[in-house]
């Protein structure tokens, strides 16, 4: 699916959301959190015209901890959209023996990827009872690394994302459960971030605990081509005002 074709799907949706919206929503809630996420690396990448590395039997890749920081900003203001921001790290390192990659044949020496994202996140709350509905827009900065025995190559990119996200409360007790989806598919690539969780609130304080998976790939974008997938167990804490 093309970008162009991606913004005007969301935006009709949207337009079509909001007049389910209910102006009435709860009060305003600002929140600010960050934890870790414990992920083990799979699949394969490589350069144009060079090798196709699996990340684990050619370049070692084993379990990596990464931390990530987020906020967010809810109103009653039905036009408005709330928002959240969120920032994250994902770091493997391992090494590598007699492969090709950025041009350069039977490259041996330390490998490693690094990849950063920033979302900016627009989303409506369509249902805020003891379910909540959210669907929105992300607009995720992606910028990343890959180098093999100092040979790097790097991605830069700006790109919108669908964003749903449920969330199932318990009446009473101060627990939930829920998830939410990132994702976009166009010309040939995909990225897709899952995040299913439990979450606990007391007073001001909350932690969530879950499963995230991030799926990734690269049709020739920036020279690279990948399939990769890091998936594990994540753990934060919140604040909620």
């Not at 699916?1 to 809630?29: E, P, Q, R, V, Y």
């Not at 929140?31 to 996420?37: K, L, R, S």
């Not at 369509?126 to 509905?133: G, I």
Request: charged fraction near 15%.
């Amino acid at each position: 699916m093309h970008k162009s074709t991606l913004f005007a799907a969301l935006f009709t949706a949207l337009a079509l959301s909001i007049s389910s919206l209910n102006a009435n929503a709860d009060a305003l809630g600002f929140f600010i959190g960050g934890g870790a996420w414990d992920h083990d690396a799979s699949g394969t990448f490589g350069t144009t015209g060079d090798d196709i590395l699996d990340v684990e039997a050619d370049l070692n890749y084993g379990s990596e901890q990464d931390a990530y920081v987020w906020a967010a900003f809810e109103h009653f203001v039905p036009l408005i959209p709330n928002i959240r921001v969120e920032a994250a790290t994902l770091e493997h390192t391992g090494n590598a023996t007699n492969v090709d990659f950025n041009g350069q044949p039977l490259l041996s020496g330390n490998s490693s990827l690094s990849l950063d994202t920033t979302d900016a996140i627009l989303y409506y709350r369509l249902l805020d009872n003891w379910v909540n509905f959210d669907f929105g827009l992300n607009i995720r900065t992606i910028d990343g690394k890959f180098n093999i025995a100092d040979q790097p190559v790097s991605i830069s990119e700006s790109i919108p994302m669908l964003y749903l996200s449920a969330q199932f409360e318990l009446p009473l007790s101060g627990f939930s459960v829920g998830g939410d989806v990132n994702v976009i598919d166009y010309d040939g690539s995909k990225i897709q971030e899952v995040r299913l969780r439990a979450m606990y609130e007391m007073g001001i304080i909350g932690f969530e605990a879950g499963l995230k998976t991030t799926s990734i790939e690269f049709d020739n974008v920036d020279s690279i081509t990948a399939d990769m997938e890091f998936q594990g167990l994540m753990l934060g804490a919140f604040l909620h005002f």
